[in-house]
């Protein structure tokens, strides 16, 4: 059983982050799809319930918090691997209100740092679930695999599926570059193998 309780019937005053207009978040994805993915079937921590038509896009506020998200069980990636996928960021396009799994203040109301790590998808999933139905845009969260929790996510609520988001655009998606690599090298021990 999760340490982590279910969320409190009402969650009105739970503490927000505006994420303000032109703000940049970003994503790995897989070259061969595109950046955008509302994910509903449970395999994410936030998921949405598939019967809402809504889903979560997992989105980092750095460059190395995806990178290390996606190859998060990997010391040693396969450079083909680096290469099969792509960087995006995105913009954010209004002011975006999200829950701040963050703040310590959200400890008054039933949350712990439980919500950041614990593979107790059933008690995080009813967490976002509670967070959208009074109004929230996503969630704001320590990314798991860094031990520093330095990291932020942002959980983005959207139609389920591969579409676009009414909140946020795409400015970009290209190869990931050297310098993220590099970073997330030294921060955190990770290599990217040459292909022989």
């Not at 395999?43 to 996606?70: H, I, N």
């Not at 799994?101 to 976002?128: K, M, N, Q």
Request: glycine fraction near 8%; hydrophobic fraction near 35%; charged fraction near 30%.
């Amino acid at each position: 059983m999760s340490p982590l309780s279910r969320p409190l019937s009402r969650l009105e005053g739970f503490p927000s982050r505006t994420l303000e207009r032109g703000s940049r978040l970003y994503r790995v994805h897989r070259a061969a799809h595109g950046p955008w993915w509302f994910s509903s079937d449970g395999s994410g921590r936030f998921d949405l319930p598939d019967e809402s038509e809504r889903g979560t896009c997992y989105l980092a506020e750095e460059q190395p918090g995806c990178f290390l998200e996606v190859f998060r069980d990997w010391t040693l990636v396969p450079e083909k691997e680096v290469a099969s996928r792509r960087i995006c960021e995105i913009e954010v396009s209004a002011d975006t209100r999200l829950a701040d799994c963050t703040a310590s203040r959200a400890r008054e109301l039933g949350l712990t740092a439980e919500i950041h790590s614990t593979p107790d998808y059933d008690v995080t999933r009813a967490w976002a679930e509670a967070f959208f139905r009074v109004g929230f845009a996503g969630i704001r969260y320590f990314l798991r695999h860094d031990p520093g929790q330095m990291l932020a996510g942002v959980a983005l609520f959207g139609v389920a599926g591969n579409t676009e988001s009414d909140l946020a655009k795409t400015r970009s998606s290209h190869r990931i570059e050297r310098e993220v690599i590099d970073e997330v090298g030294r921060r955190f021990g990770i290599r990217v193998l040459p292909s022989p």
